[in-house]
Antibody, heavy 120, light 113 residues
Protein backbone atom coordinates (compact mmCIF):
# COMPACT_ATOMS: atom_id res chain seq x y z
CA UNK A 1 0.00 0.00 0.00
CA UNK A 2 1.31 3.40 -0.98
CA UNK A 3 1.78 5.69 2.02
CA UNK A 4 2.93 9.29 2.15
CA UNK A 5 3.36 10.89 5.55
CA UNK A 6 4.13 14.60 5.86
CA UNK A 7 5.69 16.27 8.87
CA UNK A 8 7.34 19.52 9.87
CA UNK A 9 4.43 21.92 9.77
CA UNK A 10 3.73 24.42 12.49
CA UNK A 11 3.46 28.09 13.43
CA UNK A 12 6.16 30.38 12.05
CA UNK A 13 6.54 34.14 11.99
CA UNK A 14 6.50 36.10 8.74
CA UNK A 15 9.96 36.04 7.21
CA UNK A 16 10.79 32.77 8.94
CA UNK A 17 11.71 29.36 7.59
CA UNK A 18 10.38 25.84 7.85
CA UNK A 19 11.33 22.48 6.37
CA UNK A 20 8.63 19.99 5.48
CA UNK A 21 9.32 16.29 5.04
CA UNK A 22 7.37 13.52 3.34
CA UNK A 23 8.21 9.90 4.07
CA UNK A 24 7.15 7.42 1.40
CA UNK A 25 6.55 3.70 1.58
CA UNK A 26 4.84 0.95 -0.36
CA UNK A 27 6.32 1.74 -3.77
CA UNK A 28 9.63 2.19 -5.57
CA UNK A 29 10.23 5.78 -4.49
CA UNK A 30 13.13 6.43 -6.83
CA UNK A 31 10.98 5.71 -9.89
CA UNK A 32 8.52 8.55 -9.40
CA UNK A 33 8.32 12.29 -9.78
CA UNK A 34 7.03 13.80 -6.54
CA UNK A 35 5.15 17.02 -5.91
CA UNK A 36 3.96 19.38 -3.21
CA UNK A 37 0.45 20.82 -3.39
CA UNK A 38 -1.05 23.26 -0.89
CA UNK A 39 -4.49 24.30 0.20
CA UNK A 40 -5.13 27.51 2.08
CA UNK A 41 -7.85 27.30 4.75
CA UNK A 42 -11.24 27.03 3.07
CA UNK A 43 -9.70 27.46 -0.38
CA UNK A 44 -8.83 25.35 -3.41
CA UNK A 45 -5.77 23.38 -4.38
CA UNK A 46 -2.54 24.93 -5.65
CA UNK A 47 0.40 23.01 -7.05
CA UNK A 48 3.67 24.24 -5.47
CA UNK A 49 6.63 22.21 -6.72
CA UNK A 50 7.80 19.13 -8.65
CA UNK A 51 10.99 17.11 -8.46
CA UNK A 52 12.07 14.34 -10.81
CA UNK A 53 13.34 10.90 -9.91
CA UNK A 54 16.99 11.80 -9.24
CA UNK A 55 16.44 15.38 -8.12
CA UNK A 56 18.06 16.92 -11.20
CA UNK A 57 14.89 18.64 -12.45
CA UNK A 58 12.66 20.87 -10.35
CA UNK A 59 9.75 23.18 -11.07
CA UNK A 60 7.97 25.75 -8.92
CA UNK A 61 4.86 27.88 -9.05
CA UNK A 62 5.84 31.51 -9.64
CA UNK A 63 4.70 32.66 -6.19
CA UNK A 64 7.32 30.53 -4.39
CA UNK A 65 10.26 30.77 -6.79
CA UNK A 66 13.40 31.90 -4.99
CA UNK A 67 11.85 31.19 -1.58
CA UNK A 68 11.07 27.45 -1.62
CA UNK A 69 13.38 24.57 -2.53
CA UNK A 70 12.28 21.01 -3.18
CA UNK A 71 14.71 18.13 -2.69
CA UNK A 72 14.70 14.39 -2.13
CA UNK A 73 16.72 11.60 -0.57
CA UNK A 74 15.99 8.35 -2.39
CA UNK A 75 17.93 6.29 0.15
CA UNK A 76 15.59 7.56 2.86
CA UNK A 77 12.54 7.49 0.55
CA UNK A 78 11.77 11.07 1.43
CA UNK A 79 11.00 14.36 -0.26
CA UNK A 80 11.46 17.75 1.35
CA UNK A 81 10.25 21.31 0.96
CA UNK A 82 12.49 23.99 2.41
CA UNK A 83 10.46 27.17 2.81
CA UNK A 84 12.02 30.53 3.59
CA UNK A 85 10.91 34.17 3.64
CA UNK A 86 7.49 32.90 4.57
CA UNK A 87 4.46 35.13 4.12
CA UNK A 88 0.96 35.07 5.55
CA UNK A 89 -0.31 33.90 2.17
CA UNK A 90 1.80 30.74 2.47
CA UNK A 91 -0.50 29.58 5.28
CA UNK A 92 -1.95 26.29 4.09
CA UNK A 93 -2.09 22.55 4.45
CA UNK A 94 0.81 21.19 2.43
CA UNK A 95 0.30 17.83 0.75
CA UNK A 96 2.95 15.56 -0.66
CA UNK A 97 1.74 13.75 -3.78
CA UNK A 98 3.09 11.03 -6.05
CA UNK A 99 3.01 11.57 -9.76
CA UNK A 100 1.97 8.72 -11.97
CA UNK A 101 3.66 8.86 -15.35
CA UNK A 102 6.47 11.33 -14.92
CA UNK A 103 6.31 15.07 -15.53
CA UNK A 104 3.18 14.57 -17.60
CA UNK A 105 1.55 12.46 -14.94
CA UNK A 106 -1.30 13.01 -12.58
CA UNK A 107 -1.31 12.77 -8.76
CA UNK A 108 -2.40 9.26 -7.89
CA UNK A 109 -1.58 9.21 -4.18
CA UNK A 110 -1.62 11.98 -1.56
CA UNK A 111 -0.47 12.26 2.01
CA UNK A 112 -2.72 13.53 4.79
CA UNK A 113 -1.01 16.92 4.78
CA UNK A 114 0.77 19.11 7.30
CA UNK A 115 -0.47 22.55 8.33
CA UNK A 116 1.80 25.57 8.01
CA UNK A 117 0.63 28.75 9.70
CA UNK A 118 2.51 31.98 9.07
CA UNK A 119 1.53 34.55 11.65
CA UNK A 120 3.04 36.91 14.19
CA UNK B 1 -0.73 29.14 -17.63
CA UNK B 2 -3.82 27.06 -18.36
CA UNK B 3 -6.87 28.35 -16.52
CA UNK B 4 -9.39 25.77 -15.35
CA UNK B 5 -12.96 26.93 -14.71
CA UNK B 6 -15.56 24.73 -13.10
CA UNK B 7 -19.32 25.18 -13.08
CA UNK B 8 -21.34 25.42 -11.02
CA UNK B 9 -19.51 26.49 -7.84
CA UNK B 10 -22.03 24.54 -5.79
CA UNK B 11 -24.69 22.00 -6.54
CA UNK B 12 -27.50 20.39 -4.56
CA UNK B 13 -28.91 17.12 -5.88
CA UNK B 14 -31.44 14.69 -4.43
CA UNK B 15 -30.32 11.22 -3.42
CA UNK B 16 -30.49 8.86 -6.37
CA UNK B 17 -30.50 11.67 -8.90
CA UNK B 18 -27.79 12.60 -11.40
CA UNK B 19 -25.14 15.18 -10.62
CA UNK B 20 -23.15 16.88 -13.37
CA UNK B 21 -20.08 19.06 -12.92
CA UNK B 22 -18.42 20.88 -15.78
CA UNK B 23 -14.83 21.92 -16.30
CA UNK B 24 -13.47 24.15 -19.03
CA UNK B 25 -9.81 24.74 -19.82
CA UNK B 26 -8.37 27.86 -21.44
CA UNK B 27 -6.54 25.73 -24.00
CA UNK B 28 -6.87 22.23 -25.34
CA UNK B 29 -5.74 19.40 -23.09
CA UNK B 30 -5.71 16.90 -25.95
CA UNK B 31 -2.21 15.79 -26.88
CA UNK B 32 -2.31 14.86 -30.56
CA UNK B 33 0.55 12.34 -30.48
CA UNK B 34 -1.31 9.96 -28.17
CA UNK B 35 -4.90 11.25 -28.47
CA UNK B 36 -5.17 11.60 -24.69
CA UNK B 37 -6.74 14.39 -22.67
CA UNK B 38 -4.55 15.40 -19.72
CA UNK B 39 -7.42 15.97 -17.29
CA UNK B 40 -8.21 14.41 -13.92
CA UNK B 41 -11.02 14.65 -11.39
CA UNK B 42 -10.56 14.50 -7.63
CA UNK B 43 -12.99 14.19 -4.75
CA UNK B 44 -12.17 15.87 -1.46
CA UNK B 45 -14.11 15.31 1.74
CA UNK B 46 -13.67 17.57 4.80
CA UNK B 47 -10.40 17.01 6.62
CA UNK B 48 -9.14 14.59 3.99
CA UNK B 49 -6.70 14.85 1.08
CA UNK B 50 -8.02 14.74 -2.47
CA UNK B 51 -8.84 11.32 -3.84
CA UNK B 52 -8.26 10.45 -7.49
CA UNK B 53 -11.49 9.52 -9.29
CA UNK B 54 -10.87 9.84 -13.03
CA UNK B 55 -7.71 10.27 -15.14
CA UNK B 56 -7.17 10.78 -18.87
CA UNK B 57 -10.56 12.55 -18.66
CA UNK B 58 -12.57 9.32 -18.71
CA UNK B 59 -10.64 6.44 -17.10
CA UNK B 60 -11.97 5.49 -13.70
CA UNK B 61 -9.38 4.83 -11.00
CA UNK B 62 -9.39 1.33 -9.54
CA UNK B 63 -11.92 1.01 -6.73
CA UNK B 64 -13.98 4.04 -7.74
CA UNK B 65 -17.69 3.18 -8.02
CA UNK B 66 -19.00 2.98 -11.56
CA UNK B 67 -21.60 5.66 -10.84
CA UNK B 68 -18.73 8.11 -11.41
CA UNK B 69 -17.87 8.81 -15.03
CA UNK B 70 -15.86 11.38 -16.92
CA UNK B 71 -16.32 12.64 -20.45
CA UNK B 72 -15.24 15.38 -22.80
CA UNK B 73 -12.26 16.30 -24.92
CA UNK B 74 -10.19 19.30 -25.86
CA UNK B 75 -11.36 22.10 -23.60
CA UNK B 76 -14.71 20.90 -22.22
CA UNK B 77 -15.09 18.13 -19.69
CA UNK B 78 -17.79 16.70 -17.45
CA UNK B 79 -17.89 14.61 -14.30
CA UNK B 80 -21.17 12.76 -13.87
CA UNK B 81 -22.44 10.92 -10.82
CA UNK B 82 -25.27 8.82 -12.15
CA UNK B 83 -27.11 8.19 -8.89
CA UNK B 84 -26.05 10.37 -5.98
CA UNK B 85 -25.27 8.62 -2.71
CA UNK B 86 -24.93 10.28 0.70
CA UNK B 87 -21.20 9.49 0.77
CA UNK B 88 -20.67 11.51 -2.42
CA UNK B 89 -21.05 14.81 -0.55
CA UNK B 90 -17.70 16.48 -1.15
CA UNK B 91 -15.86 19.11 -3.14
CA UNK B 92 -14.84 18.02 -6.62
CA UNK B 93 -11.85 19.42 -8.50
CA UNK B 94 -10.70 19.08 -12.06
CA UNK B 95 -6.99 19.48 -12.80
CA UNK B 96 -4.90 19.62 -15.96
CA UNK B 97 -1.54 17.94 -16.24
CA UNK B 98 -0.93 18.91 -19.87
CA UNK B 99 1.65 21.51 -18.94
CA UNK B 100 3.52 23.04 -16.02
CA UNK B 101 2.31 24.79 -13.94
CA UNK B 102 -0.30 22.19 -13.10
CA UNK B 103 -3.55 24.00 -12.45
CA UNK B 104 -6.80 23.13 -10.74
CA UNK B 105 -10.37 24.28 -11.12
CA UNK B 106 -11.76 26.27 -8.21
CA UNK B 107 -13.83 23.33 -6.99
CA UNK B 108 -17.52 22.43 -6.98
CA UNK B 109 -19.25 21.76 -3.68
CA UNK B 110 -21.80 18.96 -3.99
CA UNK B 111 -24.55 18.67 -1.39
CA UNK B 112 -27.73 16.71 -0.87
CA UNK B 113 -30.99 18.49 -1.66
Amino acid sequence: EVQLVESGGGLVQPGGSLRLSCAASGFIFGSHWMSWVRQAPGKGLEWVANINQDGSEKHYVDSVKGRFTVSRDNAKKSVFLQMSSLRAEDTAVYYCARRNGGLSGYFDNWGQGTLVTVSS
Amino acid sequence: DIVMTQSPDSLAVSLGERATINCKSSQSLLYSSNNKNYLVWYQQKPGQPPKLLIYWASTRESGVPDRFSGSGSGTDFTLTISSLQAEDVAVYYCQQYYSTPITFGQGTRLEIK
